[in-house]
């Protein structure tokens, strides 16, 4: 059998870090965590690591592997995550991809555009600009210095917006403009399983964990983290609503609210992402389907 990736991707809550766990441990091998934000040692609750139990059972790549004022790109997972697979080849012939994050799923199994990295004075304008505007002064900026990405490009995604004016800026061209979507050769076989559920379970799921965050201490890590808002790996879902509540301009049922309500506006840009993604087989997140579907696929399990 050729060397083998298993893709499992969908939105937030679905259950991917369950059935991955269940994947790794069969074929005895490590995981490969596609969400940009896991990978920073400060975050925790709030971006639903897997438990420390699973982390000490599991190997996995990209989970607290970073700090919160490093620089972390798609291209750099791209080239930690083949790193690491090559490794993991020698001793397995299956590798677990699993994650929500699309562009950084997309640069490990396709390869990403080549594109200049941004100065860190840009950045800085850009999650300034944000912060104090909101994605309402993204949207102005980018209507002005990227007219193509305002009209096509993911505008109701405050990171998408925020990357590509960084971009333009420093650039001069438009980050559309600079994606070709070559496909870049990998050294193992592929299998793409997507994981979804009903709407109404899925946001039930959605509210649920985040009531679970609450409780487990999540507005006490947040509080932690006050001092490191401007970090670009904080303008996160779950940290920017409580930062408002410290601010005193919303009270904390609203926060939580507007967690629960942003989470499920995350979760729906998601499956947007992936849904474009025709190769991607579809089922509910239960071991059984998923196992079965794989043996029926590569005769293996």
């Not at 594109?115 to 944000?130: L, S, T």
Request: contains cysteine; aromatic residues 8%.
């Amino acid at each position: 059998m050729r060397n083998l990736c298993i893709s499992i991707v969908g939105p937030t809550a679905v259950g991917k870090t369950e059935i991955a766990l269940q994947l790794a441990q069969h074929f005895s091998t490590a995981i490969i965590s596609a969400d940009s934000r896991q990978c920073f040692k400060e975050l925790n609750i709030g971006v639903a690591k897997p438990s420390a139990a699973e982390l000490a059972e599991t190997e996995h790549f990209f989970i607290s592997s970073h700090h919160i004022w490093d620089e972390v790109t798609a291209a750099s997972f791209e080239q930690g995550a083949l790193d690491f697979t090559n490794n993991c080849f020698n001793q397995s012939k299956v590798i677990i991809l699993a994650g929500g994050t699309g562009l950084y799923v997309k640069a490990f199994l396709e390869g990403l555009d080549d594109i200049p990295p941004v100065a860190e004075i840009i950045r800085q304008e850009v999650v300034g600009g944000y912060e104090n505007g909101g994605i309402l002064w993204l949207h102005e900026k980018l209507k002005i210095e990227d007219p193509q990405f305002a009209e096509k490009g993911e505008m109701l995604n405050p990171q998408r917006c925020m990357r590509a004016l960084e971009v333009v800026r420093q650039t001069g061209k438009g980050i559309l403009s600079l994606q070709h979507g070559l496909r870049k050769k990998r050294p193992f076989e592929l299998l793409k399983i997507g994981l979804e559920l009903p709407r109404e379970l899925l946001y039930q799921r959605i509210n649920s964990r985040v009531e679970d965050m609450m409780a487990g201490g999540l507005e006490r890590e947040a509080q932690g983290l006050l001092a490191h808002r401007h970090l670009n790996a904080l303008q996160t879902v779950g940290y920017r609503e409580l930062f408002d509540f410290f601010d005193g301009k919303i009270q904390l049922p609203r926060a939580v609210e507007l967690i629960m309500q942003n989470t499920r506006h995350y979760a729906k840009r998601q499956l947007t992402w992936f849904k474009r993604d025709t190769e991607i087989n579809w089922m509910a997140p239960k071991s059984d389907l998923v196992f079965n579907f794989i043996k029926e696929k590569a005769g293996i399990i």
